[in-house]
C-alpha cells in the first residue's frame, strides 16, 4: 500500500483505485523508499470466494461484472483505506529502505539478462497480462503455461526471485497472500515469458501480444 500510495502521486491519481505503471513503483522506491507492511499494512477486504468460480468458467463480461460488484461491495472500506496518507512512522522508516540504482531489462537477449540479474542475487519485477488459469493456480505453485488464446484479465506485477534450468521456470512471488500457490509463491515456465497471446478470435500474427512488460532490475552495481 506504501509503493501503491507514491505511485499514484507520481501520476497524480492519489484519490482513485486505479492501475498504476510498474516503473513508477521504481521511481517511487528510489525517492521515498519502503516501510515495513506492519507499518503500513494492506487493508483486510471480503471478495466472495464464488469469483474463483466464475473466473474458471465464465466470459469475459461475466467475469468483469463479477470483480466490478465486488469492488463496488467494498467501496466504503477500499476508499478509507487509498484515501490515508502514509503515517509519520511509515516515512521515517521507508527513508532507511531507499533503492540506490535500478535498471530496465529486456528479453532482446532472451533469458540471458534476466537471470544473470537473479544469479547475482537482484530480485526482478515485471508485469504481466495474467491468464485465467493464473488464478486457479494450485497449491504447489506450478503454473502450467496456458494456450494463447486463453482469456486473459488484465496486468499485473509480480517480483522474480530466481530460477531453475532442470525445471525450466522462475520462481515468482505474488502479492494475493500465503493462500495463492505455494504460500505466495509460484513456478512460471521460461515459455511463458518469452511466449505471445492472442488478442482477438482471428489469430493473425499482429492480433500477438507478449505474455510479459516492463522488466525493471534492484541493483548496486
Known sequence: ????????????????????????????????????????????????????????????????????????????????AISQIPSVQALTQAKKHIITRYCKLTLDNGLIDFKLSLSKGFPVIFGMMVPRSFYLT?????????????????????LAVGYDDNKQHFIVRNSWGEEFGDKGYCYIPYDFFTGKYQTSQTGQIKDLQDNTFSFWC????
Not at 497449491?139 to 496456458?146: C, E, S
Request: negative net charge.
Open 1 to 80: 500500500m506504501f509503493i501503491y500510495y507514491n505511485e499514484r502521486v507520481i501520476e497524480g491519481k492519489v484519490d482513485l483505485n486505479a492501475p498504476v505503471f510498474i516503473r513508477n513503483g521504481i521511481k517511487s522506491l528510489f525517492k521515498n523508499g519502503i516501510c515495513s507492511e506492519v507499518s503500513w499494512p494492506y487493508p483486510e477486504t471480503t471478495f466472495p470466494k464464488s469469483i474463483k468460480d466464475i473466473i474458471r468458467t465464465g466470459s469475459v463480461a461475466e467475469i468483469t461484472a463479477a470483480i466490478a460488484k465486488a469492488l463496488k461491495d467494498n467501496e466504503t472500506e477500499l476508499h478509507a
Open 218 to 221: 534492484l541493483t548496486h552495481e
Open 138 to 158: 494450485p497449491a504447489n505453485g506450478v503454473f502450467t503455461l496456458p494456450p494463447p488464446d486463453e482469456i486473459r484479465l488484465g496486468g499485473h506485477a509480480l
